[in-house]
């Protein structure tokens, strides 16, 4: 049985870093993590409401819409980049394997490229 649970383990340090920096993205910044919702929502949309993903109904969709205008004049723009800068540049120094493919298109590959 350990030995099962050793590669378990083993396999989860293969994406464990790129599964945090991901979060790290999306929890740092309203307006990308508000980018991705609408991005799975234009896929999810084509399906029947029974087969679409949670978060994704028609009255939750209804209620983001209400949240994130209300929230609207909340969000600091200067802020919102200075800290999504920060947390790509942390994403930036992922080992190979781990490696975000926005991120490295975004930094071009470079270590903290904007430092």
């Known amino acids: 049985m350990l030995p099962e649970i050793a590669k378990v383990y083993a396999d989860l340090w293969t994406y464990n870093k790129k599964q945090i ?3 790290n993205l999306l ?3 309203p307006l990308l993590a508000g980018a991705n919702y609408i991005h799975r929502w234009s896929i999810e949309k084509q399906k ?5 993903e949670q978060g994704f109904s028609d009255r939750q969709v ?3 819409k209400k949240r994130v205008a209300a929230q609207r004049d909340l969000i600091d723009i ?5 800290l999504l800068t ?3 540049d942390k ?5 190979e394997g781990q490696k975000i ?15």
């Open 21 to 23: 920096a991901l979060g």
């Open 27 to 29: 929890g740092s910044s």
């Open 48 to 52: 029947a409401e029974k087969d679409r």
């Open 62 to 64: 209804e209620r983001t």
């Open 78 to 82: 200067p802020a919102d980049k200075k």
């Open 86 to 88: 920060i947390v790509m």
């Open 91 to 95: 994403a930036a120094d992922l080992p």
């Open 101 to 115: 493919a926005a991120v490295e298109k975004n930094c071009r590959g470079r270590k903290n490229p904007r430092k």
